[in-house]
């Protein structure tokens, strides 16, 4: 089933997806959707394409209730995290990471030369819904 098949569906259904066209989310990075509310009538989960550019840094923020679960496809991906994102974490290509929901975190990409690509599954079926700016960590680590 295509994309524009299941869009026109009014319960959810199986389907094949494509990554949909990148846009910039409020945290500043591009994010291509592919599964969600809007594409398949998704109620739980939101999955999609993640690629952050040769030095980028998101912006503080955080998930309100919402867990997210990224595998990296290329690159190394460092995140801070935490109230005050105090703790440092990094993830390579094929491997994992887990947030829990309402974690305050900032990931960035480690290298200056190549993109990190990852796919994002986050238990709120809109993706751009829970997240929540947190400007005033965002002085932490620059």
């Known amino acids: 089933m295509s994309e524009q098949s299941a869009k026109r569906v009014g319960r ?11 846009f910039i989310g409020k945290q500043g990075f591009s994010y291509a959707p ?3 509310a809007e594409t398949v009538g998704a109620s739980a989960i939101h999955m999609q394409l993640l690629t952050i550019p040769p030095g980028g840094r998101a912006k503080a923020h955080k998930h309100e209730a919402h867990e ?4 990296v496809l ?3 991906g460092g995140m801070y995290y935490g109230e005050r994102l105090e703790h440092h974490l990094v993830a390579r290509t094929g491997e994992f ?3 829990p929901a309402n974690v ?4 960035y990409n480690m290298s200056q030369t190549d993109p990190c690509v990852a796919v994002v599954a986050r238990t709120d079926p809109n ?8 400007p005033e960590l965002d002085v932490l680590h620059i």
């Open 104 to 107: 305050p975190h900032q990931p």
């Open 74 to 76: 290329a690159g190394a």
């Open 34 to 36: 592919a599964v969600s």
């Open 97 to 99: 990471m887990y947030i």
């Open 127 to 134: 993706e751009q819904e829970s997240v929540v700016l947190l």
């Open 68 to 71: 997210t679960a990224l595998y």
């Open 12 to 22: 959810p259904v199986c389907a094949v997806l494509h990554a949909g066209a990148p």
